[in-house]
């Protein structure tokens, strides 16, 4: 149990570029987000996807209060750091690594950088905000100088409220992350050409 195993595509750690962290939504598994990065067009980059026990980060809605989403969402936090922690291990620095998610997952990314992710390159939330009930948001302390946070979705997304997603961005703006927020008119709960152009020219800017 809680072993979430990670799968791995593009290049291997060892000769990779950068390293990115991809977190899959609600229902879906690692294969399936991992099939996104072939539209970055990165090859020389590793992907690495932890696998969600029964295809779940955390049994409630992601604005639930965080303790209502326990023990799975620590259980969640701690697979992303171990798939970050791998891609240390073959000396990638974080200056290298994003981590990046899609709905559920894009919670999951948000959540795991504004705690632990000092350093990193980048997070890319897609179609997500930070976990917990509106109180919570001010209680990070991490600082993310150096961070772009990138945070895509639609202004009208069924699961994700567009105040929710300004209030995470506010949030890593007031950590020192440099911020790219784009909400979409009328778009649906998925990922869109400017997204993946946005993520392309993120990657790009890490050399």
């Known amino acids: 149990m ?4 990670i799968i ?8 990779a570029t ?15 987000i991992l099939s996104l990065s072939q539209a970055f067009e990165r090859p020389d980059w590793a992907y690495l ?11 409630q809605r992601f604005i639930e209060p965080v303790a209502v989403n326990q023990p799975a969402l620590d259980f ?8 970050v922690a791998e891609a240390e291990a073959h000396k990638i620095p974080r200056s290298k690594i994003v981590v990046l998610g899609f709905s559920q997952g894009a919670c999951l990314a948000l959540e795991w950088v504004a705690r632990y992710g000092q350093g990193l390159a980048g997070v890319i939330a897609l179609s997500g905000g930070l976990i ?3 109180t ?10 150096g961070t772009t946070a990138l945070l895509g979705c639609s202004d009208r997304d069924f699961h994700i409220a567009a105040e929710r997603v300004r209030e995470s961005a506010s949030v890593f703006e007031q950590a020192g992350a440099t911020i790219d927020l784009r909400l979409y008119p009328n778009m649906g709960h998925t990922v869109n050409d400017d997204e993946i152009s946005a993520i392309q020219a993120l990657l790009g800017k890490i050399v």
Do not use: C
Request: hydrophobic share 35%.
């Open 8 to 15: 791995q595509t593009g290049t291997k750690l060892e000769n």
């Open 136 to 145: 919570h948001l001010t209680s990070y302390s991490t600082n993310l100088t």
């Open 132 to 134: 917990g009930a509106g």
């Open 49 to 59: 996807a932890p696998q969600a026990d029964n295809h779940t980060w955390y049994p």
């Open 76 to 83: 969640a936090l701690a697979a992303v750091g171990r798939a």
């Open 2 to 5: 809680h072993s979430n195993p």
């Open 18 to 32: 950068g390293a990115m962290i991809m977190l899959h939504g609600r229902g879906a598994d690692a294969a399936s």
